[in-house]
């Protein structure tokens, strides 16, 4: 029999709740780490539909998985999906509704062919054009991060603005190619609104595609949207266009995403946009926008949370917190107290993958988080190496890529310092990765054997950079590196403030010990 008893929240929580039940506002929940946001969020959603059975609601949340889990969660009424699941639909409805025939869903060389139509053809054999190969990467990146930042390519007086901008804020090396870059866009932009049967949609369209072609969305009554803090400026638009009411969930402390393409102060940036277009009449119920803490962390210990205040001062531990332990220990000494269950976790990834293989060596049963980094080394791998190349031969050429890439990329007027610093990581990856392997395609092998994407450390040794770490505990982690936290090679104001909030991220992981390594 389901119990019928009733939850009682934290002050916080409550004030929540009500507000959610019987408040008309928008809401942003201010929730900081380990504080029950998406228990709260469940819970309000519940308590919604007891008091108005009819509303529909739905919930956003960052990845699939994510949405798998709290589709289990949440009451039966309320639909659990991820951003571009509900974007998928709103183009499938105009499909419908319009007579549109749609092409492959997730074809990820949409903006490649385009170009190819265009005359940017690479080629094969003996007429492989790597030049053209090296510029269709680069337009790549550019019209991804145009889609996801929503950049204005059809006003001419607004594009030249936000061009710069946007080139400049994400530090994207043109390669001297600025002038065919800022000329082409807009037209592949273009020819991006198309999507029929030999075009497609790939992963940007499924959110912007909406927006850019203005499709009719139908608005659900309420949408809770998970991780608002990493939402990029499509995400924004398309959340706003859904909903009669929203319910924007996030910790604007761990915002980190913002080099693949997030907004840095998404969270401020909605609060902003909401009030604007209430005051312009776009919402019929919502007349105001109420920003509500949740403070009190159920996780972290009350040492950790003290270093933590350091950077977010209004973070609190419960009453009753455990107080927890903070210790310093150098690097030999963590191979005598890493477990089983243990995470450990870098600023960046090539120290994981030393610590990884040594760990092996000793028996201990090791992974590493990040299926995404996993398929970047394989893929450079095979762009320098061929099938005979031998692993000493591998180790001169990703040595001899890394001084051709560096030199380029510090050739550019703009700023390079992020792109230099995650390539010497990955080659640095890659090495450690080729001890001990006769052949590139042992090293491949390992690579694949040694790297998952899970939700929880499980019984064996977990590594992982504090940006995949996010959503991890552990009731014992081990930070390498610790003065990499701010890293020196963030230069602008938005990269510098989100150090900071990396190196909360990684202060909060741990239930009980956090070890500062090195």
Not at 15 to 32: M, P, S, Y
Not at 110 to 124: Q, R, S
Not at 459 to 476: F, I, M, N, Q, Y
Request: hydrophobic share 40%; aromatic share 6%.
């Amino acid at each position: 029999m389901e119990s019928t008893m009733k939850i009682v929240g934290s002050p916080e929580q409550e004030a929540f709740w009500d507000e959610i039940v019987n408040g008309k506002a928008h809401l942003i929940l201010q929730a900081r780490a380990g504080t029950g946001k998406t228990f709260s969020c469940i819970e309000g959603s519940k308590r919604l539909l007891e008091e108005h059975p009819e509303m529909v609601i739905k919930m956003v949340a960052y990845n699939k998985s994510i949405a798998t889990e709290l589709q289990t969660k949440v009451p039966e009424q309320v639909e659990a999906q991820t951003m571009h699941s509900l974007g998928l639909a709103v183009i499938k409805q105009h499909a419908y509704r319009t007579g549109t025939k749609f092409g492959k869903i997730g074809n990820n060389w949409k903006t490649k062919n385009i170009l190819e139509g265009m005359g940017y053809k690479v080629g094969k054999g003996r007429d492989f054009k790597k030049d053209v190969l090296a510029f269709v990467q680069i337009m790549e990146k550019v019209v991804s991060l145009a889609k996801n930042t929503m950049l204005d390519f059809e006003s001419w007086i607004r594009y030249k603005k936000e061009f710069d901008a946007m080139i400049a804020h994400y530090g994207i090396h043109l390669n001297g190619k600025e002038e065919e870059v800022y000329h082409l866009l807009p037209e592949v932009l273009e020819k991006s609104k198309e999507f029929g049967p030999g075009i497609g949609i790939d992963f940007d369209d499924m959110i912007w595609l909406p927006i850019v072609l203005n499709m009719r969305i139908h608005q659900v009554d309420v949408l809770f949207v998970d991780e608002a803090q990493d939402l990029n400026r499509s995400r924004q638009e398309l959340a706003i266009r859904s909903a009669g009411r929203l319910v924007l969930v996030g910790d604007d402390r761990q915002a980190i995403y913002g080099f693949t393409g997030a907004d840095a102060q998404s969270m401020e940036n909605m609060e902003r946009e909401l009030r604007k277009r209430i005051a312009y009449g776009d919402f019929e119920l919502p007349q105001s926008v109420r920003i509500m803490p949740l403070t009190v962390s159920r996780r972290c210990p009350k040492s950790h949370v003290e270093l933590a205040k350091d950077i977010v001062p209004d973070f609190k531990a419960m009453d009753d917190a455990k107080e927890g332990a903070i210790d310093t220990i150098a690097h030999d000494v963590l191979f005598d107290q890493v477990q089983k269950g243990d995470l450990i976790i870098c600023r960046m990834n090539a120290p994981l993958m030393g610590v990884a293989l040594r760990l092996l060596q000793e028996g201990l049963p090791v992974n590493i988080q990040g299926r995404d980094f996993q398929r970047g080394l394989i893929s450079m791998i095979k762009k320098i190496a061929g099938k005979k190349t031998t692993v000493e031969e591998l180790h001169l050429k990703v040595e001899q890529y890394l001084d051709r890439e560096t030199a380029r990329l510090l050739a550019q007027n703009r700023p390079t310092e992020t792109q230099v610093e995650l390539l010497k990581d990955q080659v640095s990856c890659i090495q450690y990765l080729c001890e001990g392997q006769t052949t590139v395609d042992d090293v491949i092998e390992r690579i694949k054997s040694l790297f998952v994407d899970v939700e929880t450390v499980g019984d064996v040794v977990l590594l992982s950079s504090v940006h995949r770490a996010k959503g991890l505990e552990a009731e014992t982690v081990f930070i390498l590196e610790p003065s990499k936290m701010p890293h020196p090679m963030a230069k602008m104001d938005w990269e510098k403030h989100q150090e900071m909030n990396i190196k909360y991220v990684a202060i909060t992981r741990s239930l009980n010990r956090l070890v500062m390594v090195g």
